[in-house]
Every structure is written in C-alpha cells, then in structure tokens.
C-alpha cells in the first residue's frame, strides 16, 4: 500500500469517527434535521462552506473553465456565491423566525398541503443531479488513487456507503463536525497547492498572464441577444435556483440565532468564492506545466487533468494534501445533498399520510430514506454520461423554475397566495420542460424562460384568486425540537 493511498485512508476513519461521536447528540428528529438550533458560528460557516464546496468546485469547475474560460462558469462560482449573499440579506431571518423544520413546511403554511407536496418533490427531484454529481466524484477519486485498480463504478459505490455510515446516524449533527474537520482540511490544503502549483508554473502572474492571453480571463458575454440572455440565465441557475434548497434552508435553521444565520451565509458564501478560484489557477497551471497532458485530457476528459497535474508532478505531501481536501469537499457535499431531500420526503411527503406519526418512527422513517435516496441516485450515478459540472446545473434548474417564485413572493407579497403557487409551478416546470425538448439551444435559455413564466403565473394566479393564503402550519416546538 502506498503511502498516499494510507494517509487517504486514515484520513476517512477520521471522517466517519466523528461523525459517528456526533451521531451520540441526536435524540430528536429536530436534532437529526437541525441540529437542534445550537451551530455556533464557526459550525454554521463550515458547514455553509463545506456544503458548496464539493465536487464541483474543484473538479467540475476547473475542467469547465480549461473549456470556455470565466465566462463558461458563471453559475459556479459567482452565481452559487451570490446564492448565498442573497440567502443573509433577504431571506435568513424572515426564515429562521418562522421556525419550522424543512422549506416544504413553509410551503404547506403559507400555501396549503398540496403545493407543499408539489414543491417538496421537485425539491427533491432537484437533489438527485447533485448528489448524482457527488457520488460520481467518490468513485472518480478511488480510481485515480488506485490507479485504475477500483472502477469508477466500485469507489462510488464505496464512497456512498463510508457517506451514508455517518449521515444515517448523525444526521445534521455528523454533517456540522464533519464540516468543521472537512473546512479546515479544504482551506490548508488548496493554500498549500497553490504554492507548489506556482512553484512549478513559474509563477502566478505568470499564470494569469498566460490564461488572460489564451482569452479565459473573459467575462462579460458579447452585446448579443443570445449571449447576454444565456450569461444571464446561467448566472440566475445557482443564484436563485439554489436559494429555495433545503439544504440551504437547514444551515439557515441551525444557526443558534437569527444573527448567527446571516453571518455564517455571509462568511460562509465569502470562503467559498475565494476558495473556488484556487482550483481553477491549479488546473490552468497544467497549461503551462505540461501542454501534452492538457491537450490530451482535454479531449478525453477534462476532469482528469488536475487530478493528473497532481499525481504526476506534486510531492507526496501536496498530493496528500490534496486528495484530502478533494474528499472533504466531496463527502460534506454528499452528506447535505443525502440528508436535506430525506428529510423534506419525510416531513412533507410520507407524514401526512401518516396520521399519529411520533417523533422517534419520524427519525426512523427519515434514515431509511437517506438509504433510500442514495439507492436511488446511485443508479444515476453510474449511468449518466454528463459531467460533474454539466448535473450540478440541471439540478437546480428545477427549483429555479419551481419554487423560487412561490418562496420570494410568499415572503415579500402579502397577496400571493395557493392559486398564485400552483400555476407559478406549473407553468414554469411546463415552458422550462417544453424548451428543453424543442428549443435547447435557442435564443432563451430554458431555466431563464421556466424563471420569468413562473414569476408571471405566481402574479397573475394570485391577482385572479384574489384572497391572500394564511399561515395554517406547525412549529419545531409542537414536535417536541427545540427552538
């Protein structure tokens, strides 16, 4: 066994030990959700951090901007950044004051039973391109440390099972403490990197003299229709669509106080953007560090290139270094992106047709479904063909044109009300499906076009209806959670 491959190892013992220690603090399905309402601030930017930062980021992110430059990455990670610069300005504390335990509760007070079953489910549906893309990611880096020996098929399902140890028993407590160790390893490790990157390159402004020549420092899309309306939506995917994600709405809900929230979003989101850019500088270092490479992998899969740079021109403690924070970035992705969508199929879909459900079947009912879910998109994962990046942005492309509407309008609109939600839903799920059948690659993007239709349909459904909604639901406090 390689010295690499031992220290990958101890690091994932590490992992699950503790958030198998964290596990010992559930005693409620609040607690197992929430984590009780206790993350004091570190917890809630760690947690906020670590969840953005996953896969994506280092291996999706960077293959994409080799491919089209800063313009081809707007959704992530300026659009997932301003995700949360929103989430701290307009909707923390308007949400953490209404205590509830998931985002479809809010749905069910605000509108009613069956649009918090509708929401909750493309919610849900939203989850599976991006845990698809986690677990993808697991199995990637078990074939890249194995050097081909473990198939990609085989570390994701490995991978899956070391996520799932943790996250069946600890819930959003295992999720926070792992966050807290998986942060720390992200921020040291692509610090570290990036120097022996530069150290090979010959420099950063070197790097960034030749990305800016090659025409990858471009941002702004050309004065076209086309192009500014598809800049345009790509950006409003990740700042908008991941806005009404449970998720988000956990680590919002966590925080010990409202004041807390909004800083951990905020610092949390501001991490994140810095953090994302090093993966990007890491992997158009390869440009210079080895152009045959490059070339090659780019025409056989871009993801492999940094990866690559890694193994073959890094020394050990960089190479440990970075596959550490690979797998941290991963398993705190995959463990949110598990956890929040078993919980909302939980407490918005399986309970209400389960009269007299009690808080401790709730937690059984909720970890079944965490294994549940990962069955299910683990099918995904080992047959989709898309990218890492590519799944990420079709994941929220359905809560953009879904929710977002009837989540914003519901807070800032006193008369937005259940007729106004359902047709803001279906006529944005309607257009947004249409476009991406017929017109994919038209002049309107798909999730902009579902975007601005489901906006129309939540004005004009409540302006017909007429009578606003009233809050009719249930606080953590009548489930026995604390607030």
């Not at 917890?43 to 960077?62: H, K, P, R």
Request: hydrophobic share 55%; aromatic share 10%; charged share 10%.
């Amino acid at each position: 066994m390689s010295a690499l491959i031992a220290f990958v190892l101890l690091y994932l013992a590490a992992s699950v030990a503790v958030g198998l220690y964290a596990a010992r603090r559930v005693r409620s399905s609040a607690d197992y959700a929430l984590a009780g309402r206790h993350l004091s601030l570190a917890l809630t930017t760690a947690t906020v951090f670590a969840t953005w930062f996953g896969a994506e980021a280092v291996l999706g992110v960077s293959a994409t901007f080799l491919d089209e430059g800063l313009r081809g990455i707007v959704a992530d990670p300026f659009g997932a950044s301003l995700a949360l610069v929103l989430i701290a300005a307009f909707f923390a504390v308007r949400l953490y004051r209404l205590n509830l335990l998931t985002i479809g509760d809010y749905f069910r007070n605000r509108y009613g039973r069956l649009v918090e079953v509708m929401l909750t489910v493309c919610i849900v549906l939203g989850y599976i391109g991006w845990t698809a893309a986690q677990l993808t990611a697991l199995g990637l880096v078990a074939s890249v440390l194995s050097q081909g020996a473990i198939s990609v098929a085989t570390g994701t399902l490995i991978g899956t099972a070391l996520v799932l140890v943790y996250t069946v028993w600890g819930g959003m407590w295992s999720v926070a403490l792992t966050d807290l160790l998986q942060s720390v390893i992200i921020v040291l490790g692509m610090l570290y990197i990036g120097w022996e990157a530069s150290q090979l390159a010959g420099g950063v402004a070197v790097v960034i003299e030749h990305a800016d020549a090659a025409g990858k420092l471009a941002f702004w899309p050309q004065a076209e229709a086309r192009d500014i309306l598809w800049f345009v939506g790509a950006a409003a995917t990740l700042a908008l669509g991941s806005i009404p994600q449970q998720d988000t709405f956990q680590r919002v809900l966590s925080a010990k106080d409202e004041r807390t929230a909004v800083r951990g979003a905020l610092l949390g989101g501001t991490l994140y953007f810095c953090f994302a850019l090093v993966p990007l500088y890491l992997a158009y270092t390869a440009v210079l560090v080895d152009p045959e490479m490059t070339a090659r992998l780019m025409a056989e899969d871009t993801q492999m290139i940094l990866p690559t740079l890694i193994t073959q021109y890094m020394p050990l403690p960089a190479q440990i270094f970075f596959f550490g924070a690979l797998l941290s970035a991963i398993m705190s992705s995959a463990s949110a992106a598990l956890l929040a969508p078993a919980v909302s199929v939980t407490e918005n879909v399986i309970k209400p047709f389960v009269p007299g459900m009690g808080d401790r079947l709730q937690l059984r009912v909720t970890r079944l479904a965490v294994v549940g879910f990962a069955g299910v998109v683990l099918v995904l994962a080992l047959k989709s063909n898309a990218t890492i990046f590519q799944m990420v942005e079709q994941a929220y492309s359905v809560t953009l044109v879904a929710a977002f509407a009837p989540l914003a309008f519901g807070l800032y609109w006193p008369r937005a009300n259940r007729t106004g939600a359902i047709a803001a839903a279906v006529s944005g799920v309607t257009v947004w499906l249409a476009l991406e059948l017929y017109a994919p690659q038209g002049l309107w993007p798909p999730q902009l076009a579902g975007l601005l239709v489901s906006c129309a349909g939540m004005v004009a459904g409540s302006l017909l209806a007429g009578t606003p909604s009233r809050s009719v639901g249930r606080t953590i406090e009548s489930r026995g959670g604390k607030a």
